[in-house]
């Protein structure tokens, strides 16, 4: 890393750069726009070899063959020009909320995008030139019609910030994902889980679940039968996804969030959808990663390839026959998508199937059947090397010692001496240069990661006939090897890289497998980020032998060895991993195992099928969670609900053996966790095998308040599943009552602020928590409405309101909300 350059300013996609003949003087450029206008030779030359351009949707939104290198070469510049152009916001209204609420939403989202184009033709007006606003007759925000109650707007989020004619639509689009009405999420990451098609009462395992707006979308649609796992290998990650679920998901107990390697995750218990959205190379988020322009090689995807084929065959075995799987990468790459789908269909050997996936008003391609097998020439290590030796500062460097010298040979040509310019040969040998050109960038500022826009790069130039003996030679140029077989490949660093898996299919295999069930998103199709699904389905069982054998027999492409001897082989070594979550190249100890080993009825699993939990979680500063990941899940003493039955009148029906705390000393919180995840996970003993991050909702924290008789106060969070079970301190009041509780912003409210009615209820009341419900919701059937608020009594005659500010603004919307529709409200 190099050392910071406190002289200019980094910016988001638009960075200070020097002037070489004036190096003070700062001038803007936009990095974004020069470095994709530079293009990646590399790149464009690999996916034109692997028919990216060889087909276009025409005028009627039917995909047709590209007949002529005109067509193919236009097709590429419609890539080009999306893929060079900002990504467009987009966003989801949730599925949960009330169709009330969804259609309030909907029509304040259009009365702010009118607002918003008079506010822009205004400042035109006024400013008599063109505005970066949007125009009159530009549609703003369009519907995807493959999700309901889903948006695409025409720009993106760093526009809708800056701009002054969008700020009511930004604080409206904050505001709403604050209360959780509302997910922003990338138009193409809603595919996987519309694909995936979950039921309300599956047991669902997402593997590689963070950030987590595909596992909020899911949860969506699962019913208080069904159960969810989002898994992540990275702690840090996955307690960041245990933050957005409880952002987003307020009240939802059937999800369990755990961190554990993929490809380890212990076959404790089999799924019913599985999605395996597994880590890619990512050039098809290069819209918003313009490092995918600058640093793209094929490397990548063949480094991932292993590990995306393990994690997903991983899948395969937690999978029930019946089951489905969605596999996603964000990535155009087919050695990273068909690839691994075509080696799954291989491996099961019948037991796996495509299925298709329509998806209606939406743009997808079909997989394709056959790819070429590139790498490069030179390691990551030798590109890396070679780039720095060729960067602006190394260049400026040699240009210096350049003039140097001539000015020591002038010197000594005055006073008749001959010099031999050994400074500079060995410069140029060092750095394998013959000749040395002058860099026009400040030497300390090209140091520190910015683009260099003074070494000339090659442009990919389109070939006049587009055939693959041309785009072969274009690739080669680019530095790039094609291997026709596995033989074809060196046995050196090359071959551990690629495998057989990595080849494509067979003309037969082509037949039975039907590749082209996979969905492929392109950015040009459909004004989004590029994508690749595909959804398998578990036609049958595969038996534990199956599974290692095809797993060990894959692994090499060179294996020789048969079936059975590979079964009698013992498994690989589990990596061992750190407590932070990082592995090392060692085997694992069996005293690093912790808890049962057992596995289907196993007494003694193989070590490929064994986890690791993990003592603690750190945060992203090395610095240990206390109250996530280190503790499992165990029941609440019996002792501690005696007190609480008769302060909130619990009844006979009360879920107590689903109010569960983390394991060490006196629990500060009492967690409600839903009956699918306490019987399918808990008891099945899931967390004796991997680190639990956290579950369920708060139902309870520990009171630390003397004033009052009851060892746990209720949390808003958990309070809709308490509330069918309380018969007493719970409240029915008005709406005026019901807001006037809200008006408070965390201050005490006098009880003479409030009506008679509410007073004549609640003055009786002994100093301590209590619960107000909307008059009309406080029906069992009317809990799912969520119209309740956790107060406090205080001592001298005045109420305090337990809820944060977003909930309780989303509170506010949905009574509003239902105004709106005439219901009654008391």
Known sequence: MGRKNHRYKKKKNQETAYDGANPKQPYQVDFTSKTVEQGNFKMEAYYALQGMHDYRFNDEGTLVACETAEEKNAERLRWRQAISTILPASFRTA???????????????????????KEAAATK????????????????????????????????????????????????????????????????????????????????????????????????KLSVKGAMIANDSSSQ?????????????????????????????????????????????????????????????????????????????????????????????????????????????????????LVDTPLEGFKVRPGITTWKVLAEEKSNRQMKDEAKKNNAKMRQ?????????????????????AVKNENLDNVLESTGETEVSEGSMDADAADDGMPDFTTPRPKFVPPVSWDEE????????????????????????????IKSSCFPPTDEEVTTMHLEKCIRCLPQDNDTGGFFVALLKKTASISRRETKCADRSSADGDNDKSAADVASDDGPAAKKMKPNGDQEDETTDSAMVTGETESNGEDNPPKE????????????????????????????????????????????SFPQEQYMARAGGAAKVIHYLGKSVKDNFIDAGLQKRVTIIGSGVKGFVRNTNKDTTAPYRISQ?????????????????????????????????LLATFSDAFNAIVQPL??????????????????????????WRCRNEAVNCLVNKTEVESMKSKVASLKEEGESLG
Not at 312 to 338: D, F, Q, R
Not at 490 to 496: D, F, I, V
Not at 620 to 647: A, I, N, Q
């Open 717 to 749: 969070e958990g309070i809709h599943f308490l509330l069918p079970h309380m018969t007493k301190r719970k409240v029915a009041i008005e709406e005026a009552d019901f807001l006037a509780c809200m008006a408070g912003d965390g201050k005490t409210i």
């Open 125 to 220: 007006e006024e400013n008599e030139k063109e505005v970066t606003s949007t125009p009159d007759n530009t549609e703003i925000v369009k519907k995807l019609s493959f999700l309901p109650h889903a948006y695409q707007l025409n720009t993106d989020r760093k526009f809708i910030r800056k701009d002054p004619t969008m700020k009511k639509l930004h604080n409206w689009l904050r505001q709403q994902t604050d209360s959780g009405f509302i997910t922003r999420q990338e138009t193409v990451s809603m595919v996987p889980p519309v694909v995936l098609a979950p039921q309300p009462d599956d047991i669902i395992l997402d593997m590689c679940a963070a950030p987590g707006s595909k596992t909020c979308q899911i949860l969506e």
């Open 609 to 652: 099928q064994r986890s690791i939990k993990r003592n603690f979680v750190s945060n992203s500063k090395g610095r240990k969670h206390t109250d996530l990941g280190r503790d499992d899940f165990v029941p609440v003493d019996l002792s501690v609900f005696e007190s609480m039955r008769e302060y909130y009148g619990f009844t006979d």
């Open 237 to 353: 990650r996955a307690c960041m996804l245990v933050s957005q679920l409880r952002r987003i998901m307020h009240n939802n107990p059937v999800v369990m969030v755990t961190s554990c390697d993929a490809q380890f995750f212990p076959q404790t218990l089999m799924f019913d959808r599985i999605l395996t959205d597994v880590p890619c190379s990512g050039d098809g988020t290069s819209r918003k990663n313009i490092g995918i322009w600058k640093n793209w090689n094929q490397l990548g995807a063949l480094a991932l390839h292993n590990l995306q084929l393990d994690i997903a065959w991983k899948g395969v075995a937690l999978l029930k026959a019946g089951g489905y799987m969605c596999y996603s990468t964000c990535s155009h790459n087919p050695i990273e998508n068909e690839a691994v789908v075509a080696e799954l269909l291989r491996r099961s050997n019948g037991s796996l199937e």
């Open 397 to 417: 460097r040699r240009a210096d010692w350049e003039q140097k010298e001539k000015e020591k040979t002038a010197a000594a040509e005055g006073n008749g001496k």
């Open 766 to 791: 002994s100093s301590g928590p209590f619960v107000a419900t909307l008059k009309g919701y406080e029906s069992n059937n009317m809990y799912a409405r969520k119209l309740a608020l956790v107060m």
């Open 95 to 117: 599925y949960d909320i009330s169709e009330p609420l969804k259609e309030k939403l909907e029509s304040e989202l259009e009365a702010l995008i009118t607002n918003q184009k």
């Open 470 to 497: 041309s785009l072969i030679q274009l690739a080669q140029e680019a530095g790039l090897m094609h291997f026709k077989t596995l033989d074809d490949v060196p046995k050196n660093a090359l071959r551990k890289r």
